[in-house]
Nanobody
Framework: QVLVQESGPGLVKPPQTLSLTCTVP??????????WSWIRQSPGKGLEWMGD???????YYSPSLKSRTSISRDTTKNQITLQLSSVTPEDAAVYYC??????????????WGQGTQVTVSS
C-alpha cells in the first residue's frame, strides 16, 4: 500500500500562484519506473493530466499548461509539489496526486490521493 496525500490552500486569487504538495509518507518517490502525476478534474468534466515527475527527476507537462506549470520534488521528505502560476477561475478543480507507470504503451495509475479542492476567486 502506498499512501498519497495532497495538501494546500483551498482558495487562491487570480493571478496568484497555486502551490500544492503531495506527500507519500511511507514510500519512495524515486522508485524506478514510477511517475508522480498531478491530475485535476473540474466540476462536470473529466480528468485532465497536468504533468508529472519521473523517478529520475525528469518532468513532463501537458502542452496546454506547460508555460505556467512547475513540478518539483523533495526526496528527503517524499514530497512532490505543484505550482501553477497566473491562475484564473478556469483552474478551479479538484487536484489529485497519483502514481503512474507505463504498461503496454498506456499510462496507468495504481495509487491516488483523495484529492484537494481548489477554488479560484477574487
Amino acid at each position: 500500500q502506498v499512501l498519497v496525500q495532497e495538501s494546500g490552500p483551498g482558495l487562491v486569487k487570480p493571478p496568484q500562484t497555486l502551490s500544492l504538495t503531495c506527500t507519500v509518507p511511507g514510500g519512495s518517490i524515486t522508485t524506478n519506473h514510477y511517475y508522480w502525476s498531478w491530475i485535476r478534474q473540474s466540476p462536470g468534466k473529466g480528468l485532465e493530466w497536468m504533468g508529472d515527475i519521473a523517478y529520475s527527476g525528469s518532468t513532463y507537462y501537458s502542452p496546454s499548461l506547460k508555460s505556467r506549470t512547475s513540478i518539483s520534488r523533495d526526496t528527503t521528505k517524499n514530497q512532490i509539489t505543484l505550482q501553477l502560476s497566473s491562475v484564473t477561475p478556469e483552474d478551479a478543480a479538484v487536484y489529485y496526486c497519483a502514481r503512474g507507470f507505463w504498461e503496454l504503451g498506456i499510462r496507468r495509475y495504481d495509487y491516488w490521493g483523495q484529492g484537494t479542492q481548489v477554488t479560484v476567486s477574487s
